[in-house]
């Protein structure tokens, strides 16, 4: 039929003014809907009606087909089933391996620690089970490699009332609950073989007596033989201590090697046990630090090692190294380690000796140790001048000791301070004094290595010759605070001078501070120095002196400096 009239139009939805696009949407942000028959705004975080957990239905009983989400490489989920994840897990299983847990103490058993373990008794024990630890269906493997009995005390049963796992033997045990109760359960079954063991043997000192001991098991034994060759020999276990199930005796000691002690039942030889394999290490003794230097009455530190770990050690020195030393002293031993110190009371060559102290045929010669008697001497000109340099040489023993030299008015008191290093050439040590006064001076020269000083004859120190300075000018202009300013000037009469340099504003009165040396030239008629510019601009002045004060002059011209 023909359409109805057109209602008015309605007031529309409204929002908010949006100027501009966007890429994202946050919680906040509305968007529109339809809603019976109706625009409406709706928050986005509202539209999407997140649930918790807890809010969700339960499922049914897992099934094969049941699928997760997970994440393949990407950030992009995609499901996977219950029965692909397990055709996973089944390919990893034959992967497995059980883990082995060593016991060494008497023990409970715990399915956080041993469940589905193996475990290996390596020292005779007692194991026990708390049930409410372990649970049904906890298992585990038993073996034991020790020396002694294992024995099952409570909380763990058997179908024979055994209680006892002999060494070498090995059993299940397996939690499990029923109409009877709950217990820990193994067969107590075992073999009835006469058993002998022998328990581990540490590695004794050489030619050391040391005590062999362990199991008897279903076996009578009134009598022991030992072999510590693999068999090939035997002989009676001296003065054996034997009971029901254990027994012990000494074994004299062994000279350095690698064995395995074998015990027998004398009266049943086929029942033999057999230790671990140990070595009996061949004592010795060595040096870690040995000067081949030294002094006369000074120390020389020495230090080593030695085996066994604790064996004294005595130290001598000899003029000799196939000729022992006729005094010794102890060395200080702790664990493998030893220190000493030896004074050497003559110069000549040297050899150190070490001996273990009980065992003197264990011992070790250094090479030759040089013993010097320690010198310095010094000397230096008779005369110099003031504010001129004073070459001075000497000798010092040893020769690669460092040595230090000063000037002083004294030739009874070394100096406290003020020392300079010389230099040292194989022994032979060489530097420049330099006195800045008239006077009588003197030399030193100090080892502090040796605590030696020595001192040289006086030095007559007097007034330098005359001298006058000029300048020549060096013209141009140069910027403050950067690079140098050439300047130089004669010396008349020429002559080896110190000269010292600096620039002022003021042609009346000489710089305090400032003065830079400059290097004398030309056959001693030049002096001469690249000198730092000012940080300030200004026309300077140039002034001169020697090091000590003396002769100070200052241009008639001026140095611009912008």
Not at 40 to 55: H, K, N, S
Not at 301 to 312: E, K, L, M, R
Not at 494 to 512: D, E, F, R
Request: net charge negative; charged share 5%.
């Amino acid at each position: 039929g023909p359409a109805g009239p057109t209602g008015a139009a309605g007031a529309g939805l409204q929002g908010p003014a949006v100027g501009t696009a966007t890429s994202s949407v946050s919680s906040a942000d509305y968007l529109p809907l339809w809603q019976n028959g109706a625009l409406a705004w709706i928050p986005y975080g509202q539209l999407l009606a997140g649930q918790t957990v807890d809010e969700l239905p339960a499922a049914a009983p897992v099934a094969d087909g049941d699928e997760l989400l997970v994440a393949q490489g990407s950030n992009t989920l995609s499901v996977q089933s219950f029965g692909s994840i397990w055709t996973y897990v089944q390919g990893k299983l034959p992967s497995v391996q059980s883990g082995v847990v060593e016991l060494a103490v008497n023990t409970v058993l715990d399915s956080t620690v041993h469940n589905q373990r193996v475990l290996v008794a390596s020292a005779p024990l007692t194991l026990t089970a708390n049930f409410a630890n372990t649970g049904a269906g906890f298992a585990c493997t038993l073996i034991n490699l020790s020396a002694g009995a294992v024995t099952m005390g409570t909380g763990i049963s058997s179908g024979t009332g055994g209680t006892v796992l002999p060494p070498g033997a090995s059993t299940q045990l397996v939690g499990i609950s029923y109409s009877g109760g709950s217990t820990v359960w193994w067969s107590g079954i075992v073999s009835n073989t006469p058993t002998i063991t022998v328990g581990a043997i540490s590695a004794p000192a050489v030619n050391t007596a040391f005590v062999v001991g362990g199991g008897i098991f279903n076996d009578a034994v009134t009598a022991l033989d030992y072999s510590t060759n693999g068999g090939s020999s035997w002989s009676a276990a001296p003065s054996p201590v034997i009971s029901a199930n254990a027994y012990s005796f000494t074994l004299p000691g062994l000279a350095a090697g690698t064995y395995t002690v074998q015990v027998r039942d004398r009266g049943n030889q086929s029942v033999v046990g057999v230790s671990n394999s140990f070595t009996v290490a061949a004592p010795t003794i060595a040096f870690t630090t040995m000067p081949t230097t030294g002094q006369i009455n000074a120390a020389l530190n020495i230090a080593g090692t030695v085996s066994p770990g604790g064996t004294a050690v005595r130290v001598g020195l000899s003029s000799s190294a196939t000729t022992a030393p006729t005094s010794w002293s102890s060395a200080t031993v702790s664990g493998t380690g030893w220190s000493a110190s030896l004074t050497p009371g003559a110069a000549g060559s040297f050899y150190v000796w070490a001996q273990q102290t009980a065992d003197t045929a264990v011992q070790v010669v250094s090479g030759a140790v040089s013993v010097t008697q320690a010198s310095l001497t010094i000397s230096a000109p008779v005369s110099g001048t003031a504010g001129s340099a004073l070459n001075v040489s000497g000798a010092v023993t040893p020769v690669g000791d460092a040595v230090n030299i000063q000037l002083t008015t004294s030739n009874s008191t070394a100096p406290t301070s003020g020392w300079v290093a010389a230099a040292n050439n194989a022994g032979v040590i060489s530097g420049a004094l330099t006195s800045g006064a008239v006077g009588t001076y003197y030399a030193w020269a100090q080892d502090p290595s040796s605590g030696l000083t020595a001192v040289s004859s006086a030095i007559a120190v007097t007034e330098a010759a005359a001298v006058s300075f000029g300048f020549n000018n060096p013209g141009g202009s140069y910027t403050h605070g950067s690079g140098t300013i050439g300047l130089n000037g004669a010396i008349s009469p020429a002559q080896a001078v110190s000269v010292q340099v600096a620039l002022s504003t003021s042609n009346s009165t000489a710089p305090t501070s400032g003065w830079q040396a400059a290097s004398v030239i030309d056959s001693n008629t030049l002096w001469a120095i690249y000198y730092t510019s000012p940080a300030t601009a200004g026309a300077y002045y140039v002034w001169v002196q020697t090091t000590a004060g003396a002769a100070t002059a200052v241009s008639s011209f001026t140095v611009t400096v912008s």
